[in-house]
């Protein structure tokens, strides 16, 4: 974590903890090589009282092209994610931003093995002929762009990131709608029967997104 702001910092450190994660933070752009060993996943501002957040990625994808870099900062002009993204960043996290939604994209990124990080620095999902693009938040079903409300997107995001693997409900209902949610999952299978209709799919037909009962839900890529 390469963070300036101190209560961002501390703050994210501890969350990030809590979930079982190894943290280490600076809160300067030459703290980077001081961090204690090569870590996985780099959560980087972009202004640093030191130095260009852009310029640090760049740095460290071109010596360390294992190493998977997340922007994490206020500017939020189209220019500035065109130009994060292609200094080397797999993802960019505009301020403010919400936790369950960082934690969730840090550990798709996670999941995807370091060798095919240029294919995640732009974000993009195809499973069929359904195609996501996390940057720009828009979707494609063959040729026809699908326009999605805020957390339909979301869902069908996470959903996305693991194809054929159940998500539990409760999982699901975390990582898009609140980290410490309990409590009734209606508004999740709301979610699920629109994301379907947007698909053009019939009720009691097979889905993309697939039910298994008492579990979650599994996107199959095709119905």
Known sequence: MVEDDVTIRVGLVRAFQADGFDVGSSATASGVGMLAGLPDLVLLDVNLPDGDGFEVCRTLVARFPSVRVMMLTARTEEIDVVVGLDSGAIDYV????????????????????SGTTNLAADEV???????????SRRVWLGGTELVLRHKEFDLLERLMSEPGRVIRREDLMRDVWDEHWSGSTKTLDVHVAALRRRFGEVPDTPSRIATVRGVGFRFEGSP
């Open 125 to 135: 999902f195809a499973l069929g002929d359904l195609r996501l693009d996390a940057a």
């Open 94 to 113: 505009t301020k403010p931003f919400r936790l369950a939604e960082l934690k969730a994209r840090v550990r798709a990124q996670l999941r995807v093995p």
